[in-house]
């Protein structure tokens, strides 16, 4: 359970720096890259926190409350 832990703390990590590197990136392509590896992981990081705790939210689904077929 420790190693998981350890996993999930350093998915949370990444995804803030991600987010300050986001922040602090000049170049418009950069920025939504970083942008956008800081949501996945903290998607990622929330997604196992729930797996780990046993409380697993409704399924994902767009805005209008779809499903969101995986890919």
Same mark, same amino acid.
């Given at each position: 359970?420790? /190693?998981?832990? +350890?996993?999930?703390?350093?998915? %949370?990590? /990444? +995804?803030?720096?991600?987010? &300050?590197?986001? !922040?602090?990136?000049? !170049?418009?392509?950069?920025?939504? &890259?970083? *942008? %956008? &590896?800081? !949501?996945?992981?903290?998607?990622? +990081?929330? /997604? @196992?926190?729930? =797996? =780990?705790? *046993? @409380?697993? +939210?409704?399924?994902?689904? /767009?805005? #209008? *409350?779809? &499903? @969101? #077929?995986?890919?």
């Amino acid at each position: 359970m420790q /190693d998981i832990s +350890a996993k999930l703390e350093k998915l %949370r990590t /990444d +995804a803030i720096e991600c987010a &300050l590197i986001r !922040d602090l990136a000049t !170049d418009p392509k950069k920025r939504e &890259l970083f *942008g %956008r &590896l800081a !949501d996945h992981l903290g998607n990622l +990081a929330q /997604d @196992v926190e729930e =797996v =780990v705790t *046993g @409380v697993r +939210a409704l399924p994902r689904g /767009d805005v #209008s *409350g779809r &499903l @969101v #077929s995986p890919q």
